[in-house]
């Protein structure tokens, strides 16, 4: 099956840095990589859409400015949570659309924010 | 717009039973495909069975099926021969038919096998 990727599984920063976190297909092109974000025992929450060469399409309520996404290719995309504060601590999930012939989405494992 | 919801928020069964998931959701489109995503503590999204709308036959896989009621917009999962292994959080989630769409998650179910 299609693997995602994503760096760092784990990161701690101080408050008022900004942190990047990869998303990145391994096995095959993905145009649509989607960015959720996850607090403890709750659901999954679509922050972004992202598709390669375009901007991000964000989801109400989501800062576009704080929450920098970039699809620079065909199987990366990259979340940078600039000024990070606290309360953006959480469980940042990417996943990628397999393509026109595929109605499936494969996830990443996931990266742990915490912001000190 | 699309909504999915799972009104069981914990369920538990023994080793070796069988237990059943609810979902329901809630759309105006045709042409969809439903889901059922487990989320062991490791917190990896395993897709564990796919439902295409257009398919009147339930989705089986192994262990797992579902009954899917086009109707009554229901699409619960059946996990039989519980295993400790299937211990999890399940997402029941709702995509539209369009290349490239997004997909809804319902709340969840935390299930726990109990030995």
């Known amino acids: 099956g299609a693997v995602v990727s994503q760096h760092p599984s784990w990161v701690i920063c101080k408050s008022g840095t900004s942190v990047k976190i990869e998303c990145r297909s391994l096995?095959?092109?993905?145009?649509?990589m989607f960015w959720y974000r996850q607090f403890p025992k709750q659901s999954l929450m679509l922050m972004a859409t992202s598709n390669e060469g375009s901007k991000a399409t964000y989801e109400q309520g989501v800062e576009k400015d704080k929450f920098l996404i970039n699809h620079a290719s065909l199987t990366l995309s990259t979340l940078t949570v600039t000024s990070a504060h606290p309360e953006d601590s959480s469980f940042y999930i990417c996943?990628?659309?397999?393509?026109?012939?595929?109605?499936?989405?494969?996830f990443g494992p996931g990266t742990r924010l915490t912001v000190t | 717009a699309q909504t999915v919801t799972q009104s069981q928020p914990e369920m538990s069964v023994q080793e070796a039973e069988t237990v059943t998931l609810s979902c329901t959701y809630d759309t105006s489109e045709s042409n969809y495909y439903l889901f059922w995503y487990k989320q062991p503590p490791s917190r990896q999204m395993i897709l564990v069975i796919r439902q295409e709308a257009y398919k009147q036959q339930n989705a089986t896989e192994n262990r797992f099926s579902v009954n899917f009621q086009k109707a009554a917009k229901s699409f619960s999962l059946k996990i039989s021969d519980s295993q400790l292994g299937d211990t999890a959080m399940y997402f029941c989630a709702f995509m539209k038919g369009t290349s490239g769409s997004r997909l809804t998650f319902g709340e969840g179910t935390q299930l726990t096998v109990n030995p």
């Open positions: 096995d095959f092109q993905a145009t649509t």
């Open positions: 996943s990628a659309w397999g393509g026109a012939r595929s109605y499936e989405q494969y």
